[in-house]
Nanobody
Framework: QVQLVESGGGSVQAGGSLRLSCVVS????????LGWFRQAPGKEREGVAAIYTGSDRTYYADSVKGRFTISQELAKNTVYLQIHSLRPEDAAMYYC??????????????????WGQGTQVTVSS
């Protein structure tokens, strides 16, 4: 069974940084799209970053380009989201996500097969 477990959320002042982590287990595919989505209260869930594990190619939403970096550490089955220059509008529940198969097209709004439980990011001004 595929499991995604996030960590690293917290409360940070605007302008600060955070690194979110997601440990992926139970996967049989060697190349897969992994990503991060976020949802703020009253707003729709949006994809912010994705990475195709086979090529290391990354994708970012326009709203986070230059401030967010997605990366992977294959030896630890972990995907990271490094966030810099946090803004109040970045406050949300952040979810790690994985595609259901390697055939899913990878982009920030890829078709998700598995979700993590989420980690909360709060930004104070």
């Amino acid at each position: 069974q595929v499991q995604l477990v996030e960590s690293g959320g917290g409360s940070v002042q605007a302008g600060g940084s955070l690194r979110l982590s997601c440990v992926v287990s139970g996967y049989t595919y060697s190349s897969i799209c992994l990503g991060w989505f976020r949802q703020a209260p009253g707003k729709e869930r949006e994809g912010v970053a994705a990475i195709y594990t086979g090529s290391d190619r990354t994708y970012y939403a326009d709203s986070v380009k230059g401030r967010f970096t997605i990366s992977q550490e294959l030896a630890k089955n972990t995907v990271y989201l490094q966030i810099h220059s946090l803004r109040p509008e970045d406050a949300a529940m952040y979810y790690c996500a994985a595609a259901a198969s390697s055939s899913v097209s990878c982009n920030t709004e890829f078709r998700v097969g598995y979700w993590g439980q989420g980690t909360q990011v709060t930004v104070s001004s």
